[in-house]
């Protein structure tokens, strides 16, 4: 109940963050050339001073506590501390125009919760305290998109990468606890809304084909590209970013600054409004909004600030989808609109049962399940011939890999100062 109230609260301070960017802009869009800069070196400095640890999207980290025997660093990795600086700077973030979400950080914050009222109850036992924390990661997961199914298979799919008869009642439950926080505080809404629309068999599965080529064709290369990135930026800029990454953060800003402006302001921010428009119909949008999106998430990735890759991953998946619809008159073209969703969503997650009941609990419509399914084992066989690890394990063993290097350095420096010490 507890983790289904902060995701509301979140979500609120999230929409109230998005709304305060958009003053800003209509004010004058030039101003973004000082916010974000600013603001991105502003959050790069509290992540590294006041909330260490915050950085990145908080998937991979709740991944990486499922694989860690020392439980003291678990403790640091899932502190409450760490959990209110994800909701703050990432809602900072928000406003200063980074193309983050904050379903990810909904992740970590969820099982930290967990985590928390695990060391409450002196649970000992590791398989107990583990699955506290996959519980509450999928109650995270489940309560920031509405989407109870979808929190229960990304548990399987994403965290634990298992199925465990003890893991799943307790998942289950704090689940639905969760969802039913959600609802009764914001009602039974859907992401998107409702879609009436069908893909029947024949012609119309031309859709399937080019949606999951595509799709999973520029998410596995988006998911490449990150963990390319993830082991060191190479040349100059990479000796940049290490060295003075206040300054590194402040240009990434500027670069974000510079394609919003160019894009008219959709790049900014978790791109929710411009997927719903897309998948409403209500507007159309040219190739360049999910290029140009795609740019601003990996430039936002670069930053090392605090943020999700969700809900940013939809827009650019219903961008692509509303691109393609053009050239195939024989689907619908919300239909065509979902396809290109998931197919990009699980290019990027190589989830193929999340990505898919994702899309079909935040439009309300199992009529495409069938396709929708297609689409993503498509999207995701092509993906991973582009990407051949997937994006959250390879981030969650090297933030392990770091997290050691770090332990042992301390070990060392704690030697060094008492060489007496055993």
């Given at each position: 109940m507890l983790i289904g109230v902060i995701s509301v609260v979140f979500a609120k301070i999230g929409d109230w963050a998005a709304d305060s960017r958009s003053e800003i802009i209509g004010w004058?869009?030039?101003?973004m050339l000082i916010v974000t800069p600013?603001?991105?070196?502003?959050?790069?400095?509290?992540?590294?001073?006041?909330?260490?640890?915050?950085?990145?999207?908080?998937?991979?980290?709740?991944?990486?506590?499922?694989?860690?025997?020392?439980?003291s660093m678990v403790d640091r990795v899932l502190s409450l501390r760490i959990s209110l600086g994800k909701i703050l700077l990432t809602s900072l973030g928000l406003i200063c125009g980074a193309s983050i979400g904050r379903e990810g950080p909904s992740v970590q914050i969820g099982a930290s919760i967990m985590h928390a009222f695990s060391r409450f109850l002196g649970q000992s036992n590791i398989a107990a305290r583990r699955s506290m924390i996959l519980a509450g990661g999928a109650a995270g997961m489940a309560a920031a998109f509405n989407t109870p199914l979808a929190g229960i298979v990304f548990a399987i799919e994403e965290l634990s990468h298992s199925f465990e008869q003890k893991a799943s009642g307790r998942t289950l439950t704090v689940v639905v606890l969760s969802g039913v926080t959600a609802i009764a505080l914001l009602g039974n809404y859907?992401?998107?809304?409702?879609?009436?629309?069908?893909?029947?068999?024949?012609?119309a599965w031309i859709a399937v084909l080019t949606c999951g080529i595509l799709g999973g064709l520029a998410g596995g290369g988006f998911s490449?590209?990150?963990?390319?990135?993830?082991?060191?930026?190479?040349?100059?800029?990479?000796r940049f970013g290490a060295q003075r990454p206040i300054a590194f953060a402040a240009a990434c800003g500027l670069i974000l600054a510079i394609i919003g402006i160019g894009s008219n302001g959709s790049t900014y921010g978790t791109g929710y409004a411009q997927a719903h428009a897309i998948f409403n119909g209500t507007e159309h949008y040219p190739a360049s909004f999910f290029i140009l999106k795609y740019l601003a998430m990996i430039?936002?990735?670069?930053?090392?600030?605090?943020?999700g890759m969700f809900a940013p991953s939809l827009a650019i998946g219903a961008g692509i989808g509303g691109w393609i619809e053009q050239f195939l008159?024989?689907?619908?073209?919300?239909?065509?609109?979902?396809?290109?969703?998931?197919?990009?969503?699980?290019?990027?997650?190589?989830?193929?049962?999340?990505?898919?009941?994702?899309?079909?609990?935040?439009?309300?419509?199992?009529?495409?399940?069938?396709?929708?399914?297609?689409?993503?084992f498509l999207a995701f066989g092509?993906?991973?011939m582009v990407c051949p690890r997937p994006l959250y394990t390879t981030l969650a063993d090297r933030f392990m890999e770091a997290t050691e290097r770090a332990a042992k350095a301390a070990a060392n420096v704690s030697q060094i100062s008492d060489p007496h010490k055993k």
């Open positions: 004058n869009p030039w101003v600013v603001g991105l070196a502003f959050i790069t400095w509290m992540t590294r001073t006041i909330f260490k640890g915050a950085q990145g999207s908080g998937i991979p980290q709740t991944i990486a506590t499922l694989h860690i025997d020392n439980y859907t992401y998107f809304g409702h879609a009436d629309v069908t893909i029947p068999i024949g012609t490449a590209i990150l963990i390319r990135i993830s082991k060191g930026i190479p040349g100059w800029i990479g430039v936002s990735y670069c930053s090392g600030i605090p943020g008159p024989h689907t619908a073209p919300g239909a065509v609109v979902l396809l290109g969703t998931v197919a990009y969503f699980c290019g990027v997650a190589q989830s193929p049962l999340t990505a898919t009941i994702i899309v079909m609990e935040i439009c309300d419509n199992q009529q495409v399940t069938l396709a929708l399914l297609a689409t993503s092509v993906s991973k």
